[in-house]
């Protein structure tokens, strides 16, 4: 399994037990999404491939946010309602 | 990592974010979306106090006028390939899949590249939990002022305060 790759590259020198922790707490932050083979069936690789997804997903989503927003600063005169937005954001 | 869930930092961040966006607004005549994307950034890694390596690397990283921060680091990429050859397996002709994807995390998370798997991980999950509060509170500014602008100024301050 995933165990093989590990020994086989000397550069990693943490147990599997380290690394399957770590791999939990990726798992667990990633979004659930429906497999068909999602259980403890994924290996190291897919795990970090799903991770790499989310991250770029989340840089997307990101980026369209910055989209809109930077549209809707320039429309609307934020200045005057900023004490009033920051006041509603903070509750 | 539990902090970026609190509605503390939500807060804290989004009221920041906002303030640093109305700034910049007063000091040029338009914020593209990348520099706001920066902005963003940037305040999400001051409001990760230095803790961690990814909010210091954003922090130190100099301000580029539209284009990706990542770019300048490019170079560096091809050093890394070219000292891992030794270690590929004869059969396959391309590094075992756990290392291309480590490679390929540690260019998505900022200044990681030269670090261990056990301290990328770590920090990726930090990383992931901060990035969806970004988004949680960039959406919630973006609701706030596409509301704002439906209505009549009047209005606006009022209906705001009721939230």
């Known amino acids: 399994m995933s165990s093989r790759r590990w020994r086989e590259s000397s550069r990693t020198n943490m147990s599997e037990e380290q690394i399957t922790q770590l791999l939990s707490t990726l798992r667990q932050l990633l979004p659930e999404i429906p497999h068909s083979h999602s259980h403890k069936a994924s290996s190291a690789a897919k795990v970090l491939k799903q991770t790499c997804n989310y991250i770029k997903t989340l840089h997307r989503e990101v980026d369209d946010l910055s989209d809109r927003l930077s549209q809707l600063l320039a429309t609307i005169d934020a200045d005057s309602a900023e004490a009033a937005i920051i006041r509603s954001l903070l509750t | ?163």
């Open chain 2, 1 to 163: 990592m539990k902090r970026w869930r609190t509605k503390r930092e939500h807060q804290i961040y989004s009221s920041k974010l906002f303030q640093a966006l109305c700034r910049s607004r007063r000091t040029s005549s338009s914020t593209s979306a990348k520099e706001l994307h920066q902005t963003a950034d940037r305040v999400l890694a001051i409001t990760a106090k230095g803790t961690t390596r990814w909010s210091r690397a954003i922090l130190a990283a100099p301000l580029t006028a539209g284009t990706n921060m990542k770019k300048h680091k490019k170079a560096k990429v091809t050093v890394h390939t070219r000292s891992r050859k030794p270690v590929v397996n004869r059969e396959k002709k391309k590094l075992p899949v756990v290392e291309r994807k480590l490679k390929a995390l540690r260019r998505l998370v900022p200044g990681c590249r030269k670090l261990s798997c056990n301290n990328l991980l770590e920090e990726t999950s930090d990383y992931i939990a901060a990035l969806e509060m970004q988004v949680r509170a960039m959406t919630a500014i973006t609701e706030f002022l596409a509301r704002g602008e439906a209505q009549a100024p009047t209005d606006r301050l009022g209906s705001i305060g009721n939230m």
